[in-house]
């Protein structure tokens, strides 16, 4: 349908898990993506896929709590294109711990790969979408960014700021024309997720909890609300959140 057909899109963390399944489908459908990640070999390997069927795609060696990897990679978008109409930040990290069992390094890591990379993403991309006239920022929350949960106080305290980071964002950046919206994925089956889903049926249970749908996401199931906040089909959806949770918040 090519949804995206002629837009630019970057999208961190799309090595594996659900940013590769955002950078396929956002190339199936029109778009020039640049994948980025700190694994090359795997994000690579994303770019080679996105050619063989056709697509459109560059990788960039990219670690989200980086100043200088964000300039690299935004100069980068620039020097080839010369806009940048989507901004996926999908990169993130989990820790499974009580927030009191947390020690300092780990709470600081889950902080700099979750918040301080979309902040420094946000920055570093703004001025060339602003140069370019408008465009699409995507931030990757969670369902623990909305409600608390066991054993994740890090992640969910962390994903919570992504989400109200998005809506100052929106205030801030809606007269040049570029929106900002996050998306809330509920328990999704992902590599980061494999060793949670299918150990053991217990463990299973209580990793989808309330989930009315009683199974997890397929990343597919993420990426096409991503590809709606990428395609002018969201003209007017700005500053919102987005949930892909199988019914879990609504329990």
Not at 184 to 213: F, Q
Request: some cysteine; proline content about 4%.
């Amino acid at each position: 349908m090519e949804r995206v057909s002629g837009k630019v899109a970057l999208v961190t963390g799309g090595a594996m898990g659900m940013g590769k399944s955002h950078c396929e489908l956002l190339a199936r459908e029109g778009a020039h993506v640049f994948v980025t990640d700190r694994d090359v070999v795997a994000g690579e390997a994303v770019v080679k896929g996105i050619a063989a069927t056709g697509g459109k795609a560059d990788f960039i060696k990219h670690d989200v709590t980086s100043e200088a990897d964000w300039d690299n990679a935004i100069a980068t978008v620039r020097q080839k294109t010369g806009r940048l109409d989507v901004l996926v930040n999908n990169a993130g990290i989990l820790i499974l711990k009580p927030l009191h069992e947390t020690p300092p390094e780990e709470f600081d890591l889950t902080y700099n790969v979750n918040v301080k990379g979309v902040y420094l993403g946000i920055r570093s991309a703004v001025p060339l979408m602003k140069a370019w006239g408008g465009a699409s920022i995507i931030n990757i929350s969670s369902i623990y960014g909305i409600v608390g949960a066991a054993s994740a106080g890090a992640y969910i305290a962390s994903k919570g700021a992504v989400r109200m980071l998005t809506k100052s964002c929106a205030v801030d950046l809606a007269d040049f024309g570029i929106r900002v919206n996050s998306i809330h994925p509920g328990v999704i089956d992902t590599p980061m997720t494999k060793g949670l889903l299918y150990t053991d049926e217990a463990t299973r249970a209580a990793v989808l909890g309330p989930t009315l749908l009683k199974r997890p996401s397929r990343p597919e199931e993420v990426s096409n609300a991503v590809l709606f906040l990428a395609s002018d089909e969201s003209s007017f959806v700005h500053g919102a959140e987005i949930v892909v949770d199988g019914g879990y918040t609504a329990n």
